[in-house]
């Protein structure tokens, strides 16, 4: 079945070169492909393999997390082919100001991030006591750890492609003089959009603090990427936050149930909204202070 899948992206593509659109409007032909690749080639696709995951029966965790994540696959190339074929820049200048990406840069932002959350939430757990309970299980987890940790980089970078760096390099082309406040509003809003039919927000509960944490999530993100001139430290702390939540602390109706170390009863969004307040507030104090980009704050 993967074979058909090139016909409609060919005649997709051939469809926008026809209609002379990608000269006049770049940024908005690159996201119509972004999202054909995303959203109807990552269906077809995740539908496609969908007999080799499950059978009767509850799926396992770790298949069910495969599962989830093979449309970022096609997120990730969709961004990518738009940046090179449509909008005819490299990948690396794209994503930052850099002479090149900074791994390093990344995995410090993701591991501070993970440190700071950890110890922020012993403290909040202590004030509030939720209902929390140590789930964990070696063959559990050690069998999801790899799936985890090859997936959730990929997810989060197909994230920060499209909703820090796409969207930063759009706005650059439309304005010379770039509002920062405004692209992080932007961000903030994209963010919250995509992330707005999460199961959580089905739950009913504190509905403008969880759509307020999606939006200050993003946002922060985005001053991240403008005060650091690249998406490293962002895609740093996406991938930290993410990875805490899988294999740290996840709770019951989850997005991406996970086997992690404990298991909340429930999500709390006000415990959620205090624990990245205060932990975006310390990274801040210590990566943001220095080596500012040209954009300010």
Not at 129 to 137: A, G, H, I, K
Request: charged content about 10%; aromatic content about 16%.
């Amino acid at each position: 079945m993967f074979p058909l899948l090139a016909v409609p992206y060919k005649t997709f593509f051939r469809y926008i070169q026809l209609m002379k659109l990608v000269r006049k409007f770049p940024y908005l032909c690159g996201l119509a492909v972004i999202i054909f690749f995303w959203m109807v080639l990552g269906t077809l696709a995740t539908l496609a393999v969908y007999p080799l995951f499950f059978r009767p029966g509850p799926p396992p965790q770790t298949a069910y997390f495969i599962f989830l994540h093979i449309n970022f696959l096609f997120l990730c190339g969709g961004t990518v082919l738009a940046v090179k074929r449509i909008l005819k820049r490299s990948v690396r200048d794209f994503i930052t100001d850099r002479p090149r990406f900074s791994v390093s840069s990344s995995l410090h932002a993701a591991g501070f991030w993970m440190l700071a959350a950890g110890i922020f939430s012993v403290l909040l757990f202590s004030f509030r006591r939720p209902e929390v309970t140590l789930q964990f299980s070696p063959a559990a987890f050690f069998l999801f750890l790899p799936a985890a940790l090859v997936l959730t980089p990929l997810q989060t970078f197909a994230e920060e492609m499209l909703f820090r760096a796409y969207l930063r390099r759009w706005i650059e082309h439309l304005r010379r003089a770039v509002n920062p406040w405004l692209t992080c509003i932007l961000s903030g809003v994209a963010f919250l959009a995509a992330h707005g039919a999460n199961p959580e927000f089905m739950q009913g509960d504190h509905l403008l603090v969880l759509a307020l944490y999606y939006f200050l999530f993003g946002a922060f993100l985005m001053a991240v990427v403008l005060r650091r001139g690249g998406i490293e430290h962002a895609f740093g702390i996406h991938l930290g936050n993410n990875l805490f939540t899988i294999l740290i602390v996840n709770y019951e109706g989850s997005a991406v149930p996970s086997p992690s170390l404990w298991l909340l009863n429930r999500i709390d969004p006000p415990a959620s909204m205090a624990l990245f307040l205060l932990t975006a507030a310390v990274y801040s104090y210590v990566f943001l202070r220095s080596k500012p980009s040209s954009y300010r704050l």
